[in-house]
Every structure is written in C-alpha cells, then in structure tokens.
C-alpha cells in the first residue's frame, strides 16, 4: 500500500482490483460499481437479467473504465459457483466481493406473511450474501486477502413499518457479517456491513413515490430528505479500499440521522 501520509488519495484507490458486485443493474449497486471503476478497478456486474447489467457496463467502458457483465440468481447454488467460476477464468483473481442483492415480496403485518415471502426474502438476502462469500473467499485467500460488503440496512437495526421480513433478513445480514469478520481476519479479509437508511430507488418506490407516506417518512429524518444512491459511494469506497485495512466487522450507517432520531 502506498505511503497514505505522502498522498492519502492514493489509499482509496483500486487499481488492479477485481470487484464483483451483485444487485448491480440499477440503484446502490450501479453506483457502487461506477465508483469502483472510476478509481481503476475492473468491475464484474452481476443481477439476474443480462440486459440490465449491460447496460451500466456499457455506461462505465465508454467512461473510460474496465467493466464485464455477468448474470446471476444469488439463490442458485450452480449459478453463483459459475459466476465467480467465469470471473477468475476471465480475470485470474477476485478481491473485493459486494453482496447488494436483495429482495423484499412482503409487505404488511408479519403475521399475514406467507411461508413462502420468508423463503424467498431469506435465501436471497441472506443465503445469496452466504453463498457469494463461500464461492469467493478461496480466492481472496489465494491473493493474501480481499474485502467483503454486506448492504444491509438501518432496518436491521431497527424494525420499519410494514417491513417486518426484510427487517429479520437485514439483522441476520449484519451478524452474518460479524461472524464471517472475525472467522476471516486471520486470512486479511475485512468483512463489513454498509446499513443505508431510505435511499431514492426503485426498490424502495412505492415508499417515496407516495406523497402521504413519503411526507410522514421524511418527518423521522432529520435532513428531511431520502439519499441518492451516489451519497453511498463514499462509504463502499473506503470498505473496499487499502484504506480500511483495520476495519472489519463494522456497521457503517448512512441514513440522514435517522438512527440518531
């Protein structure tokens, strides 16, 4: 790592890197990759549908960086092996693993759930995280290190209304991510969670989109406003950079104060 006291910018870059991101199709995953390659790394998107990965690859090689679309299901066993498979044939290393994929089929009362909301909620956002990181950390141990991020959310920490499945999924991603930090800290791989309060996309629209609900959500942010997905590339730069050597088993909050609140 170069001498961060000489030129503290250059410990947030990835030059060389390998990062693989799911969920990347849009939203917190798009930026988060955009980011990555805009500091040199080579960035591997993955989501389910080709077409919608592509295009944020294609948006990042005519700025200039290295970008390689992938599909992927997270809770497919096979199809996550072939992922990283495909990835370490193409690009001979992997270093840095963002686990954004996520899905949420329920909303209400938890108890008007259906067992099949909790399958669904709990083998993408949970089993996904668990099974990208298996596929992924023999490598980062064969490179002499790596770094993982969980997205999480603040409703991990703190149950939101209507929300009550995602809620649970998001806690177990936040332990899951203390386990894996102190199992894997031994093999230099930083394991840490980004927990974003609302954040302005689709897969929070029918919250902020709604004029009502968005009015009574924003009275419990004391900014007054939900993020945009780039207020979140700050955080992921530096969980993924050389920078955050000695961070592991975090749970970093980008929320707008919410928690505070």
């Known amino acids: 790592m170069a001498d961060p006291l000489s030129n503290p910018l250059s410990s947030f870059r990835l030059d060389g890197k390998i990062a693989l991101i799911t969920g990347?199709?849009?939203?917190?995953?798009?930026?988060?990759?955009?980011?990555?390659?805009?500091?040199?790394?080579?960035?591997?998107?993955?989501?389910?549908?080709?077409?919608?990965?592509?295009?944020?690859?294609?948006?990042?090689?005519?700025?200039?960086?290295?970008a390689h679309a992938q599909p992927v299901h997270t809770g497919d066993d096979a199809a996550v092996t072939a992922l990283v498979e495909q990835t370490l044939d193409r690009f001979g290393g992997l270093h840095i693993l963002v686990n954004n994929a996520a899905t949420n089929p329920h909303f209400g009362p938890i108890l008007d759930a259906e067992p099949s909301h909790w399958q669904k909620t709990l083998d993408v956002n949970v089993m996904g995280y668990w099974r990208m990181a298996q596929a992924c950390v023999p490598s980062m141990r064969a490179a002499g290190g790596g770094k993982i991020i969980n997205v999480?959310?603040?409703?991990?920490?703190?149950?939101?209304?209507?929300?009550g499945i995602y809620s649970v999924s998001k806690a177990a991603v936040i332990m899951l991510t203390q386990v894996l930090a102190s199992e894997l800290a031994a093999d230099n791989i930083q394991v840490n969670a980004l927990a974003p309060g609302y954040v302005r996309t689709r897969f929070s629209q029918a919250i902020w989109d709604d004029p009502a609900r968005y009015a009574e959500l924003v009275q419990q942010i004391?900014?007054?406003?939900?993020?945009?997905?780039?207020?979140?590339?700050?955080?992921?730069?530096?969980?993924?950079?050389?920078?955050?050597?000695?961070?592991?088993?975090?749970?970093?909050?980008?929320?707008?104060?919410?928690?505070?609140?």
């Open 222 to 261: 004391p900014q007054g406003r939900v993020a945009d997905s780039d207020e979140l590339i700050g955080m992921a730069l530096y969980l993924a950079a050389p920078v955050s050597s000695f961070t592991t088993g975090a749970v970093l909050v980008v929320d707008g104060g919410q928690m505070a609140r």
């Open 24 to 66: 990347a199709s849009r939203g917190i995953g798009a930026a988060i990759a955009q980011s990555y390659a805009a500091v040199g790394a080579t960035v591997v998107l993955a989501s389910r549908k080709q077409e919608g990965v592509e295009a944020i690859a294609a948006t990042i090689r005519a700025a200039g960086g290295k």
């Open 152 to 163: 999480a959310s603040i409703a991990g920490l703190r149950s939101q209304p209507g929300m």
